[in-house]
């Protein structure tokens, strides 16, 4: 009993230590996604800059399949992959054995942090529209522009999840073995050696 106590006080711990860093590093990633979305959308037209959105709201449904994949996948076909050395299988593995993790970042930090940027980014886009047609923050035909694009970006934003849910589901094994060959690619990456003088 004392030892069922122990296990699930570490396994609290490190769920407490994990929602930290992972809260941390939300932060940061928000912060400088934010800054870097906002600089570019001031220095575009609103045509570029509803492009800038739909590919913010591509990389939230994109990130929030992942997640949802790793989540549905199960180990069994990885593991015949890895016995016949297909490349990227061991991470594959790896990203289901992690699933929480895995979703986590993606679902949670990717995903949320892209929802609350588009959301930004098209009130930028917004604005530039109304200042097209002549009209100032506060008009009617400002809040109707927004109103649209709100509506517009939610749609597409709860619609392409809808469809990447149906994916992830049904392609989770194909959906995270792409995904370990990526992890791979950055693994395997070859390390600059130092040149001895």
Known sequence: MAKS??????????????SISIAVITFVLAAIFSVISSTIMNGVIWGVGILIVLIII???????????AA?????????AMASEKVFGAKEAVYIVRHADRFASFCNDVVGDISG??????SALV????AQVF???????VQITINVLMTSVVAALTVGGKAIGKFF?????????????KILAI????????RTRK
């Open 5 to 18: 106590n122990s296990n699930t006080g570490q396994q609290l711990k490190k769920s407490i230590m994990f």
């Open 58 to 68: 591509f990389v939230g449904i994109f990130f929030d399949t992942l997640g949802i």
């Open 71 to 79: 989540t549905a996948a199960v180990e069994q076909p990885f593991h």
């Open 116 to 121: 609350i940027i588009s959301g930004t980014a």
């Open 126 to 129: 917004v604005l530039q529209l």
């Open 134 to 140: 002549g009209h100032g923050e506060g008009s009617a």
């Open 168 to 180: 992830a589901i049904n392609y989770s094994t194909n959906i995270i073995i792409y995904a370990g």
């Open 186 to 193: 950055f693994n395997n990456r070859p390390k600059l050696k």
